[in-house]
């Protein structure tokens, strides 16, 4: 079964410092999402991206966030200055146009640690 | 979106069926009820959705009452790999485009051998 591939799985950055999570979509899906989990809470909404371009984004994502599909199989998050409130499982999704009534496919997350 | 409360947490022995509730009173007509599971840390897995009819996949069943204020996430032979959190959320649905979900708390199941 296709999946959405998630890397690194694990990665610790320090306070400040720029960290890059990257994502593969599954090839055929032309949605694709990033969403955050904060340790002992809700799986939350980050960002929408459809043409290259965002379609719709939450309150979380700020100036601080940033993504981008640099080739035509990565989608990246990009954290510019990170904080230790930073610190959750970011989970990447894709859905494809002609099956989005049936969900969407969630990669198996990145945990990101701030120290 | 439609609010949906669920219990915090549920038992089920192994082999019999879980039963999960889900009330989504304020429902609205074109809002479809999604069911997603999240085992351990992984990512939320997709289950099933429905809008006003009975569905039935090689994963579940979704019943929803007739007036479509709750619903019941149905796993019929429940394993020790089913435990996890399960979440009810209902979204609009337009047609084909990107669409973000709300998640809540959902239930814990816990199956027990």
């Known amino acids: 079964e296709p999946e959405v591939t998630q890397t690194p799985s694990h990665q610790v950055t320090q306070m400040g410092q720029e960290v890059i999570l990257r994502c593969v979509p599954i090839s055929n899906h032309l949605y694709f999402y990033w969403y955050r989990q904060i340790l002992g809470q809700k799986v939350e909404f980050l960002v929408s991206f459809y043409n290259n371009e965002i379609s719709e984004k939450s309150e979380i994502f700020d100036d601080q966030f940033s993504v981008e599909r640099p080739d035509g199989s990565n989608f990246t998050l990009k954290i510019r200055s990170t904080k230790l409130e930073d610190s959750a499982m970011y989970f990447c999704?894709?859905?494809?146009?002609?099956?989005?009534?049936?969900?969407?496919?969630f990669g198996s997350g990145t945990r990101l640690t701030v120290v | 979106d439609a609010k949906t409360t669920q219990p915090p947490s549920m038992d089920c022995a192994e082999g019999r069926a879980a039963n999960l509730p889900c009330n989504h009173s304020t429902i609205s007509g074109n809002e479809y009820v999604y069911w997603y599971r999240q085992i351990h840390s992984q990512g939320p897995q997709y289950i099933i959705h429905?809008?006003?009819n009975n569905e039935t996949n090689e994963m579940a069943s979704l019943i929803i009452t007739e007036d479509r204020k709750s619903s019941t996430l149905i796993l019929p032979h429940a394993t020790l790999r089913d435990t996890a959190v399960y979440y009810c959320?209902?979204?609009?649905?337009?047609?084909?485009?990107?669409?973000?979900?709300?998640f809540g708390k959902g239930t814990k199941l816990s199956v027990i051998p």
């Open positions: 429905g809008l006003k």
């Open positions: 959320i209902v979204r609009p649905y337009s047609g084909a485009g990107s669409y973000q979900l709300t």
């Open positions: 999704a894709s859905s494809d146009p002609g099956q989005s009534m049936y969900g969407y496919t």
